[in-house]
């Protein structure tokens, strides 16, 4: 059974970093991503990358703020968030894609067949 566990959630001042790591149990996938979920709103897509090959797909909010990368070796994927902005709290989503997702983008959620269990994170003012 394929496991994705998700780490590194926590409180942070607005302006601060943090570095979330996702720990997979499999490494047969063709892409991983970061999906974000706020209270009472739909899981959204954050950034997203393929295990093999260079291309990585990030949200329009994140752009320039956010990392995706991934150790395959260590089957871990990471998310390093810097210049965080003040928000509520999100549950951050590790997603693993064992099919090739729909091309030109990664960034569908339907693409996307095994999720973690989320690691909250919280952005004070």
């Known amino acids: 059974q394929v496991q994705l566990v998700e780490s590194g959630g926590g409180l942070v001042q607005a302006g601060g970093s943090l570095r979330l790591s996702c720990t997979a149990s499999?490494?047969?996938?063709?892409?991983m991503a970061w999906f974000r979920q706020a209270p009472g709103k739909e899981r959204e897509f954050v950034a997203a990358?393929?295990?093999?090959?260079?291309?990585?797909e990030y949200a329009d909010s994140v752009k320039g703020r956010f990392t995706i990368s991934r150790d395959n070796a260590e089957n871990k994927l990471f998310l390093q968030m810097n210049t965080l902005k003040p928000e509520a709290k999100n549950v951050y989503y590790c997603?693993?894609?064992?099919?090739?997702?729909?091309?030109?983008?990664?960034?569908?959620?339907?693409?996307?067949?095994?999720w973690g269990q989320g690691t909250q994170r919280t952005v004070s003012s």
């Open positions: 990358i393929e295990v093999i090959g260079p291309v990585t």
């Open positions: 997603a693993a894609a064992s099919t090739t997702p729909t091309a030109p983008t990664l960034s569908l959620r339907s693409d996307y067949d095994y």
């Open positions: 499999s490494r047969a996938f063709v892409a």
